[in-house]
């Protein structure tokens, strides 16, 4: 189960690192529409998850 957990965490590290740039590449556009696309929300999301699963699978001890 400790695994399961280690590997989850890992591709929400994955993902986690890929929305930031998402993010950073939708904020720095030089045509600004509406941002639709709420990278920021999901990598704040993602970030909350990541350290869940981190604490859930014990490496906080």
Do not use: C
């Amino acid at each position: 189960m400790q695994n399961i957990l280690y590997i989850l965490s890992g591709i929400s590290d994955v993902s986690l690192i890929v929305l930031i740039f998402l993010w950073g590449f939708d904020y720095a556009r030089k045509e600004k529409p509406k941002h639709n696309h709420h990278f920021g929300l999901w990598t704040l999301a993602t970030l909350a998850l990541t350290v869940v699963l981190m604490f859930a699978a014990g490496a906080g001890k």
